[in-house]
T-cell receptor
């Protein structure tokens, strides 16, 4: 089982729709959680951190469910510019040194007019 | 804003050459990372460094080495380039892991080995 798993998609939704996707993680000791977006042939960019209480940034809402070991990203009123790959990132306690940072393989989202 | 700068956006080298990829960050971050990203495989960690002159192997260090002589600069070295090292290389930096800070990425270097 992968340490971090995402549905690769693609999710193809009309403009204005609400879309949500999840990311599951296997290590219950995981500490920090983030969502990144990556446009085609570009670098990943931090979209938002995910806090235990859940957090919202405009049309984007991120939630953490520790009991079921997943994080979610909800996008409301989707725009054409939201088309991208969304990567979830989980930090787990490392071995001898730093924490281990694990990237999911990404979920592709395509918004159609 | 955090700025992570990679020396080249596109690079073409020949098999057997020694290749240097440079990364500089301007936010005094302790941690720096090198990843490669390939279709269907996601980001894979090659090496990381949490302090000057410190380095640790990631998941796929074979065929690579790194150098961190100054805090702001982290270099990835392909000792003898091979065609299977053709990939997108991404550098990232972050504050100390203890605070679990997010990583910030450079623009990436698309490296082709012929």
């Amino acid at each position: 089982r992968k340490e971090v798993e995402q549905d690769p998609g693609p999710f193809n939704v009309p403009e204005g729709a609400t879309v949500a996707f999840n990311c599951t993680y296997s290590n219950s000791a995981s500490q920090s959680f983030f969502w990144y977006r990556q446009d085609c042939r570009k670098e990943p960019k931090l979209l938002m951190s995910v806090y235990s209480s859940g957090n919202e940034d405009g049309r984007f809402t991120a939630q953490l469910n520790r009991a079921s070991q997943y994080i979610s990203l909800l996008i409301r009123d989707s725009k054409l510019s939201d088309s991208a790959t969304y990567l979830c990132v989980v930090t787990t306690p490392g071995g001898s040194s730093a924490s281990k940072i694990i990237f999911g393989s990404g979920t592709r989202l395509s918004i159609r007019p | 804003d955090v700025k992570v700068t990679q020396s080249s956006r596109y690079l073409v080298k020949r098999t057997g050459e020694k290749v240097f990829l440079e990364c500089v960050q301007d936010m005094d971050h302790e941690n720096m990372f090198w990843y490669r990203q390939d279709p269907g495989l996601g980001l894979r960690l090659i090496y990381f460094s949490y302090d000057v002159k410190m380095k640790e192997k990631g998941d796929i260090p074979e065929g690579y080495s790194v150098s961190r002589e100054k805090k702001e600069r982290f270099s990835l070295i392909l000792e003898s380039a091979s065609t299977n090292q053709t990939s997108m290389y991404l550098c990232a930096s972050s504050y100390v892991q203890g605070n679990n800070q997010p990583q910030h990425f450079g623009d990436g270097t698309r490296l082709s080995i012929l």
